[in-house]
């Protein structure tokens, strides 16, 4: 029903509004261990407001959530733990690796450290940093709505090299390889989207 209170229809298909529907409502499992988990409250939060994207309804139960946000360091003894809740979680579901260390191992070069969690489980997109800034893993979850809208196919996002990791974490670095996946912000990219729809931003 529209503002004036006159009926109106609007044809759609069944798979066009399921689409519609799930793009919206990504019900996210956190599983914040380190820094980058911090960044993910604020971005949960008020001042960020991700219930903007519909993906603000956090699960701790893994049957009730089908985004897994991974955000800090993963040790060998926890990887079991994780592969778990994310057997448990509800199909189609996507993960997100957020922060070098859960994407590469970061700075933890050692045996105790997973070297990334694509070595237990199928990674959508990697936002790295150190910790990456909330905006980071603003741009995943639309990354993921766009995968989803527009049907494309889930393929794993290419896996940032250690070199790639630690140069992301200063944020004034840019990536050496296509951001084809585009999960990876930096300013030029930033200002390069910015021209693109026509804001204006200061130099």
Same mark, same amino acid.
């Given at each position: 029903?529209?503002?004036?209170?006159?009926?109106?229809?609007?044809? $759609?298909?069944?798979?066009?509004?399921?689409?519609?529907?799930?793009?919206?409502?990504?019900?996210?499992?956190?599983?914040?261990?380190?820094? /980058?988990?911090?960044?993910?409250? &604020? $971005?949960?939060? $008020?001042?960020?407001?991700?219930?903007?994207?519909?993906?603000?309804?956090?699960?701790?139960?893994?049957?009730?959530?089908?985004?897994?946000?991974?955000?800090?360091?993963?040790?060998?003894?926890?990887?079991?733990?994780? @592969?778990?809740?994310?057997?448990?979680?509800?199909?189609? =579901?996507?993960? !997100?690796?957020? #922060?070098? /260390?859960?994407?590469?191992?970061? !700075?933890?070069? &050692?045996?105790?450290?997973?070297?990334?969690?694509?070595?237990?489980?199928?990674?959508?997109?990697?936002?790295? #940093? /150190?910790?990456?800034?909330?905006?980071?893993?603003?741009?995943?979850?639309?990354?993921?709505?766009?995968?989803?809208?527009? #049907?494309?196919?889930? @393929?794993?996002?290419?896996?940032?090299?250690?070199?790639?990791?630690?140069?992301?974490?200063?944020? @004034?670095? #840019?990536?050496?390889?296509? !951001? =084809?996946?585009?999960?990876? !912000?930096?300013?030029?990219?930033?200002?390069?989207? =910015?021209? =693109?729809?026509?804001?204006?931003?200061?130099?």
């Amino acid at each position: 029903m529209s503002k004036d209170g006159s009926s109106f229809f609007f044809p $759609t298909l069944l798979s066009e509004a399921a689409k519609w529907a799930q793009k919206n409502s990504l019900w996210p499992m956190t599983f914040g261990t380190s820094c /980058c988990g911090i960044e993910m409250m &604020t $971005t949960i939060g $008020t001042t960020y407001y991700l219930s903007r994207f519909g993906a603000e309804v956090v699960r701790f139960s893994p049957r009730q959530a089908d985004m897994l946000i991974v955000a800090g360091t993963i040790t060998t003894k926890m990887a079991p733990v994780l @592969r778990t809740i994310y057997d448990q979680m509800l199909e189609p =579901k996507w993960v !997100i690796a957020m #922060g070098a /260390c859960s994407s590469s191992g970061g !700075i933890f070069d &050692t045996y105790s450290v997973l070297q990334g969690i694509d070595e237990i489980m199928p990674v959508d997109v990697y936002v790295p #940093g /150190c910790p990456p800034i909330p905006e980071g893993l603003i741009h995943a979850v639309m990354h993921l709505q766009n995968i989803i809208d527009g #049907g494309l196919e889930r @393929r794993p996002a290419e896996r940032p090299s250690h070199e790639d990791a630690m140069n992301a974490m200063t944020f @004034r670095k #840019g990536v050496g390889y296509d !951001i =084809k996946a585009n999960f990876v !912000i930096t300013p030029d990219y930033v200002a390069e989207q =910015k021209n =693109k729809t026509g804001v204006k931003h200061e130099n």
